[in-house]
């Protein structure tokens, strides 16, 4: 199977031959057919399976065959939950659109708004924006969706995590109603099935069959520390295996900021990216551990959520996430397309029922190590996540620090209590825990 034989046009075929991608992934496969057709889609699939070229190329070449010869209204809208992945996403679309003649644009918050609102005046076919932003710019009347044709949700789960909904909701209803709607996400929580029969129309389900060989190239490792011992053992991970990239990740900003002193105080180059870092520190920090001018970035669960950093080896997890999903987002940072990586997690005695939350998950024991000098001596008992307010949808606030800013993952339920065992069924949705595997 090629991308020509999906039926895209030589110009977009040109472009991600371009991009080094010989031939489709599967849930790119499965979901571009059905997208070129003009079908809604709810599609499950997990970080770095290739949804985004899933969704922009047939979009692309939609607007391509569809586009009026004098005018340049907005037709195609993806939103997106954080600032860094509509900054990626909008990238891929520039590049998956260099042949084509359709112009595309990204907006949101913590940056000007000024350059934002020109670029859209001087007409955008194709909009990738965080829902903040563009609530604003909508009020603004600086850009319309009286013409919106294909309106594509990524990572929608998350979206409503940072409760997002009722922005969402709101552009929704400035839209006509007859439009394609696309969503995207990992998990199918009860809200997010919600959302969807609110927004989709007959949606056709595709999701990715994940491909054993490469699942088994991402090891999981765990290493039994005391908590006060962990900075320590990181850097000597780091030192000791002369590691040069690695994404680390710690459940609170606070945390972040505390590991990327220690860490640059030893002598490893590091940034920290969370909510409250400016738009400009987390732009430089991506791209400077991009660039591999900085060995490690230490990251939030929002901040990284479905940042695409290539071939990344190691991944460390300085504490479990306490939503064993978040886990599978995480090492979904590492043995992307297909490259090998590591998963570590450094667990001290507080965490070991995440841990076993997490094995239930995978279906997969971790393997325990312990390393000699750093024998555990800890002797606190496990915390268990509060069971937190059961927040519907639509009732959950977003972050209230501006824009489309992202923050901690606000507190929500542990959604991974009602999922159902994988290949269950239900109403037009499919539901089950997220694959950890990827093509
Ligand atoms: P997702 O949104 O599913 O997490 P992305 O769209 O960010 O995944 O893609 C993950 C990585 O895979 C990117 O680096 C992208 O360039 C690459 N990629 C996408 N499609 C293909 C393909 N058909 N062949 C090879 N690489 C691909
Ligand atoms: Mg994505």
Known sequence: MTFKDLGLSPALVKAVEEKGYTKPSPIQEKAIPHILEGKDILASAQTGTGKTAGFTLPVLQHLAETKHPKYRPLRALVLTPTRELAAQVYDNVREYSKYVNIKSAVVFGGVNAKPQIATLRSGVDILVATPGRLLDLHSQKAVSFNRIDVLILDEADRMLDMGFARDLNKLISFMPAKRQNLMFSATFSADIKKLASGILNNPVSVEAEPQNSTAKKVTHKVYQ???GKKTEFTIKLIKDGNWSQVLIFTRTKHGANKLTEKLIKAGISAAAIH???????????????????????????IAARGLDIPLLPHV?????????????????RTGRAGAAGEAISLVCSEETEYQSEIEKLLKEKLNSTVVEGFEPT?????????????????????????????????KKKPHFKGNKPAGATSGRGRTGAPKKKRF
């Open 378 to 410: 800890d002797t606190a008992a496990p915390k268990r996540a509060a069971t937190q307010s059961k927040g519907s949808f639509g009732k959950k606030k977003r972050p209230t620090n501006g824009g489309a800013s992202q923050g901690d993952r606000p």
């Open 316 to 332: 460390i997890n300085f504490e479990l996430p306490n939503v064993p999903e978040d886990y599978v987002h995480r090492i979904g």
């Open 275 to 301: 909510g409250n870092k400016s738009q400009g520190a987390r732009t430089k920090a991506l791209r400077n551990f991009k660039e591999n001018t900085i060995k490690a970035l230490v990251a939030t669960d």
């Open 225 to 227: 520390v005391d908590k």
